[in-house]
C-alpha cells in the first residue's frame, strides 16, 4: 500500500497540520507502506511562496519522513488534469455551469458545516431543455464553471446512487450522491482545476491506496469515489510506475478521517494562528518530541501527552482506540493534559 501527506502551502504548518501528517505517516510506516509527498499548490490564489520548502524542513524537524526525493507538485499537472477531464468527458459526465456563488447559495437548502452546497442542478436542467441556448452561451465565451455529474436521482437510492465506504475511525459511511453530494465543480470558472478532480487524479497517479485526512472530507470522499469510477469508466490510465500493478488495476483506497482539533475559543485551527504554528514553537525551543507526543496523544496513539519520537510510535500502531474515541478535541489551556509549552501558545 501507499500513504501520502498532501500539505496545502497556504501557511507554515500547526499542530492541527502536524497531528494530521503523524496519522498519515503512521497508518503507512507501521505496515510496513510507501509513503509519498504531494504539495498542494492547485489554488495558487492561497499558496504563500516558500511555504512548501518550510513544510518540509517542519517534517523533517519531526522526523516524518517519505519517500520521493523530489515531491509531487499539482501546479506542474495541468496536463494531467486535462487529460483526466478528457476522460470525464468519454465518460459522459461533464456539463458546463454559467451559475454564480450567490445563484447557488440562493437555491441551496443549508449546508451540514462542512461546506458543502449540493448544487440545486439549474444548469443540467439547461443543458437538458435547452441544448441550444447552452451552445449559444458557450460560443458567446459566457463565464463557466465544468461540473460532474452525479447519478440520476431515482425514487429511492439504490446501489448505483450510493456511495459507501468503511471508515478506519468513523465507521461504515453511506452518502446518497444526488441528495447529498450534488454534482460537483471539476474545473472552475478561473481555469483552474478543482481540488475534488485533481486529489483523486494524483492518488491514482501516484498509486496512493491509504488515505488519512480531516473529518470535514468525509462527504468529500464520497465525491471523490464517483469521480475516481467515472475516471476509470472513461479510460482513465494512471502514470505511476513503480507501482505496475496498480496500473492495471487501481486498487481502491482505505480512509481514516480524524476528529478535527479547535482552538481554545472552540474554532479550527487555521493557519493565521501563528502562535501554534511550527515557526513560533520552534522559535521558541519546543522539541519535535513535545509536539509529537501531544499529537500522538490527540491521535490516541498513546495514552498520555508525553513527549516521544515518531518512530517509537510505530511498533503496534492501531486505529482502534481513536475509534472508539473521536469527538473533535478542543486545545484547553487549563486541562491538565495542556502542557506547558502549549497553554503559554493557546
Ligand atoms: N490538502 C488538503 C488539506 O490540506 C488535504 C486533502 C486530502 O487529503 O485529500 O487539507
Known amino acids: 500500500m501507499t500513504g501520502r501527506f498532501a500539505p496545502t502551502p497556504s501557511g507554515r504548518m500547526h499542530i492541527g497540520n502536524v497531528y494530521a501528517m503523524l496519522g498519515a505517516w503512521l497508518s503507512a510506516r507501521a505496515r510496513g507502506e510507501r509513503m509519498l509527498l504531494r504539495i498542494e ?30 515531491p509531487m507538485f499539482q501546479s506542474r499537472r495541468t496536463e494531467r488534469y486535462e487529460y483526466a477531464l478528457e476522460c470525464l468527458r468519454s465518460a459522459g459526465v461533464v ?106 487524479v494524483d492518488d491514482l497517479d501516484m498509486g496512493v491506496d491509504d488515505i488519512v485526512r480531516g473529518r470535514d472530507l468525509l462527504r468529500s470522499t ?37 476528529p478535527l482539533i479547535d482552538n481554545a475559543a472552540g474554532r479550527r485551527l ?22 509529537i507526543g501531544y499529537c500522538a496523544w490527540l491521535l490516541r496513539a498513546k495514552p498520555t501527552p508525553e513527549p516521544c519520537r515518531a518512530d517509537e510510535l510505530l511498533d503496534g500502531f492501531s486505529w482502534a482506540p481513536l475509534r472508539a474515541d473521536h469527538p473533535d478535541r478542543a486545545l484547553d489551556p487549563v486541562a491538565p493534559t495542556t502542557p506547558d509549552w502549549l497553554a503559554s501558545a493557546l
Open 95 to 200: 456539463y458546463p455551469c454559467f451559475c454564480s456563488r450567490a445563484d447557488i447559495r440562493a437555491a441551496s437548502a443549508p449546508n451540514e458545516g462542512d461546506g458543502f452546497m449540493v448544487y440545486p442542478g439549474t444548469c443540467r436542467r439547461l443543458l437538458r431543455d435547452h441544448p441550444d441556448e447552452v451552445r449559444e452561451r458557450l460560443a458567446h465565451g459566457d463565464r463557466h464553471s465544468l461540473r460532474i455529474a452525479m447519478p440520476e436521482a431515482g425514487e429511492e437510492a439504490d446501489e448505483e446512487t450510493v456511495a459507501r465506504f468503511d471508515d478506519c475511525v468513523y465507521g461504515p459511511q453511506r452518502y446518497d450522491l444526488p441528495r447529498e453530494v450534488g454534482d460537483s465543480v471539476i474545473r472552475r470558472a478561473d481555469g483552474l482545476f478543482g481540488y475534488q478532480l485533481v486529489v483523486v
Open 270 to 291: 487555521a493557519k493565521r494562528e501563528r502562535s501554534l504554528d511550527l515557526g513560533a514553537l520552534r522559535a521558541r525551543g519546543v522539541t519535535p518530541e513535545q509536539i
Open 222 to 258: 464520497a465525491l471523490q469515489m464517483w469521480i475516481r469510477r467515472c475516471l476509470l469508466a472513461g479510460g482513465f490510465e494512471p502514470e505511476c510506475d513503480d507501482a505496475p500493478a496498480h496500473r492495471q488495476s487501481p486498487i481502491s483506497p482505505t480512509y481514516a478521517h480524524l
Open 41 to 70: 499548490d492547485v489554488d495558487k490564489p492561497r499558496v504563500i511562496a516558500g511555504a512548501d520548502r518550510l513544510m518540509m524542513d517542519d517534517l523533517h524537524w519531526l522526523g516524518l519522513d517519505w519517500d520521493n526525493a523530489e
